[in-house]
T-cell receptor
Framework: AQRVTQPEKLLSVFKGAPVELKCNYS??????LFWYVQYSRQRLQLLLR??SRESIKGFTADLNKGETSFHLKKPFAQEEDSAMYYC??????????FGTGTSLTVIP | NAGVTQTPKFQVLKTGQSMTLQCAQD?????MSWYRQDPGMGLRLIHY???????DQGEVPNGYNVSRSTTEDFPLRLLSAAPSQTSVYFC???????????FGQGTRLTVV
């Protein structure tokens, strides 16, 4: 069963516009949620995780247990934000499950 | 600071050939994993290891073998390559008590 769902494969926004990348999860326990980013020709890297409740590169994500969502948001998109974004869940068995990814393009 | 190093970066194999994808990390991480990334499928776990001498299967283990003789290395072996194994392979490692995963740059494998 798919534990992590990213409904948008492709997302395009104009520079300066708000952006939201959606992530929904399915897990009965208490998961940890993450966002990973892969810039062109670079390795996958951690962007942020819900337990730290921090803002990285202007991005934030709030875990909503009622809606089982962990959407990634940024109020003003920048061209350098164009990348592939993966939402991931770590279960209580320490295994990671990744969504299928959303390719974000920020139009100048 | 090398982090997680994967070799080779690109590989083309003929059906039935065997090869080993190398993964090495210099962070003394106990957990290491292999994933494959396919269009529309995201990242899927192939095999993982929680420490030297210990390995286990992930979601899609068929056609792959792994071993963990040292903490640093976690090679992935394809004994008889098939076109369905055409993919991008990522190795990842993390410290036991640290949930952040560090990924290699990936190996793009094509089986013809």
């Amino acid at each position: 069963a798919q534990r992590v769902t990213q409904p948008e494969k492709l997302l395009s926004v104009f520079k300066g516009a708000p952006v939201e990348l959606k992530c929904n999860y399915s897990y009965s326990g208490s998961p940890e949620l993450f966002w990973y980013v892969q810039y062109s020709r670079q390795r996958l890297q951690l962007l942020l995780r819900h337990i730290s409740r921090e803002s990285i590169k202007g991005f934030t994500a709030d875990l909503n247990k009622g809606e089982t969502s962990f959407h990634l948001k940024k109020p003003f998109a920048q061209e350098e934000d164009s990348a592939m974004y993966y939402c991931a869940l770590r279960d209580t068995g320490n295994q990671f499950y990744f969504g299928t990814g959303t390719s974000l393009t920020v139009i100048p | 600071n090398a982090g997680v190093t994967q070799t080779p970066k690109f590989q083309v194999l003929k059906t039935g050939q065997s090869m080993t994808l190398q993964c090495a990390q210099d962070m003394n991480h106990e957990y290491m994993s292999w994933y494959r990334q396919d269009p529309g499928m995201g990242l899927r776990l192939i095999h993982y290891s929680v420490g030297a001498g210990i390995t286990d299967q992930g979601e899609v283990p068929n056609g792959y073998n792994v071993s963990r003789s040292t903490t640093e290395d976690f090679p992935l072996r394809l004994l008889s390559a098939a076109p369905s194994q055409t993919s991008v392979y990522f190795c990842a490692s993390r410290r036991q008590m640290n949930t952040e995963a560090f990924f290699g740059q990936g190996t793009r494998l094509t089986v013809v």
